[in-house]
């Protein structure tokens, strides 16, 4: 099974203040036959289902803010929230897809609160 | 407006049955591959299952295979799951998703559309 691990599991950051999370997989998760890294960043408030954020590591979902931004490749990725506000106190999931057999993954969670 | 509205929730003992279902409006539900998503009680996301959009490929993962089919009716834009010999450890919040369409040809395969979710608790 490929195992997606965040990094870190919670972070304290400062309201205007950089936050970074790190997801890293046992397998790469980039896709030969499209040239797409199938892993995607979700953020999920209390109380509510998760909301899609990132998709192909890198490409923002439509109305996402653009303070979120992602990046990485193969087995290493990054969700940036380059200004953090208020609102974005959330947990946050790395989310990987695998072809044999089909199968999603989430990381187990990072949990970003206001410093 | 997308609406994912899931329903059957609630406590049965180990060993027993339950059934959820998962009404969906706003999109062409037919077109659309769907998953179940669970969260047990202040733990992380696990997905649980898929269903293509005619209903006739179907996986699951490897902690529900053998007990638990997901199905669904085109007719009624509902998506099911069926849910036997149920554990302890099935104890969660079920979430219904959409999978995204294709974009620019090529499969998201994420989920752009989530339901508020049905508590299922496995408890004697």
């Known amino acids: 099974d490929i195992v997606m691990t965040q990094s870190p599991d919670s972070l304290a950051v400062s309201l205007g203040d950089r936050a970074t999370i790190n997801c890293k997989s046992s397998q790469s998760v980039l896709f030969s036959s499209t040239n797409k890294n199938h892993l995607a960043w979700y953020q999920q408030k209390p109380g509510q289902p998760p909301k899609l954020l990132i998709y192909w590591a890198s490409t923002r979902e439509s109305g996402v803010p653009d303070r979120f931004s992602g990046s990485g490749s193969g087995t290493d990725f990054t969700l940036t929230i380059s200004r953090l506000q208020a609102e974005d106190v959330a947990v946050y999931y790395c989310q990987r897809y695998s072809t044999t057999p089909p199968s999603w993954a989430f990381g187990q969670g990072t949990k970003v609160e206001i410093k | 407006e997308v609406q994912l509205v899931e329903s059957g929730g609630g406590l049965v003992q180990p060993g027993g049955s339950l059934r959820l279902s998962c009404a969906a409006s706003g999109f062409t539900f037919s077109d659309s591959w769907m998953h179940w998503v669970r969260q047990a009680p202040g733990k992380g996301l696990v997905w649980v299952s898929r269903?293509?959009?005619?209903?006739?490929?179907?996986t699951y993962a490897d902690s529900v295979q053998g007990r638990f089919t997901i199905s669904r009716d085109n007719a009624k834009d509902t998506l099911y799951l069926q849910m036997n010999s149920l554990r302890a450890d099935d104890t969660a919040v079920y979430y219904c998703?959409?999978?995204?369409?294709?974009?620019?040809?090529?499969?998201?395969?994420?989920?752009?559309?989530w339901g508020q979710g049905t508590l299922v608790t496995v408890s004697s």
């Open positions: 269903i293509s959009h005619d209903g006739r490929t179907t």
């Open positions: 998703a959409r999978e995204g369409p294709p974009t620019w040809g090529i499969l998201t395969l994420v989920y752009d559309y």
